[in-house]
């Protein structure tokens, strides 16, 4: 099992990166708050999780954290949930908040994910309850950079399949009334808080279709 890469980050794109370790481009799929932390020619330490397939090449996939690791682990131990979907959850989530909803029973919380349905989210809650166990949060620096967030959190969005007109509204609307955040710069921060609200627009949306409004 390949538990951790470090190497120098030689490509950075929209749901991936690639980082050389001992010669060889390695291929990583990642978070899209993972992947705004990497820039290319840096330097670079990934947790990772192997995923094989059959009939398929193998995945590996890159944490910025151990935390982030068990949480995809854990997940993947679900049954109808494969490695995209877990990983969809902690670009959504993030570890904490994974925690906290199977902590408290909030299935709801999981229906922000896109491809997760009431369903689903009920069953990641009863096969998870009691395997995770809610960490202590660590403080988040104060003094994030401001620019360039707006680019970086389009360009993740538009890799989990939303088009360029829905990202953008979706920046605006998620962020309206919440200038402190927009100013602070904290792109996983402000990805995470975009992503919810999309989720939660189109959860709403499937509602009042079915409801025939």
Request: proline share 6%; net charge neutral.
């Amino acid at each position: 099992m390949i538990a951790s890469i470090t190497g120098q980050v030689e490509h950075v794109g929209l749901t991936t990166a690639v980082v050389t370790v001992g010669g060889f481009g390695v291929q990583v799929q990642a978070t899209p708050e993972t992947l705004a932390g990497l820039r290319t020619g840096g330097q670079v330490r990934l947790d990772t999780a192997y995923v094989a397939r059959k009939d398929e090449s193998p995945l590996l996939f890159g944490f910025r954290s151990p935390e982030e690791r068990e949480v995809f682990e854990t997940m993947l131990g679900v049954s109808g949930v494969g490695p995209r979907t877990a990983l969809a959850v902690l670009s959504v989530l993030g570890p904490a908040a994974v925690h906290r909803a199977i902590a408290e029973g909030d299935a709801k919380a999981f229906t922000t994910v896109p491809g997760i349905g009431p369903k689903g989210a009920r069953r990641i809650v009863l096969e998870l309850a009691d395997k995770l166990i809610v960490p202590e949060r660590p403080a988040r620096p104060a003094d994030a950079p401001a620019e360039p967030w707006r680019a970086q959190v389009l360009e993740a969005l538009v890799g989990l399949g939303w088009n360029e007109k829905d990202a953008a509204r979706g920046v605006e609307d998620a962020l309206a009334g919440r200038e402190e955040l927009a100013a602070s710069g904290d792109v996983p921060l402000i990805l995470r808080t975009v992503l919810a609200w999309l989720g939660a627009a189109k959860a709403g949306s499937r509602t009042a279709a079915e409801r025939g409004v």
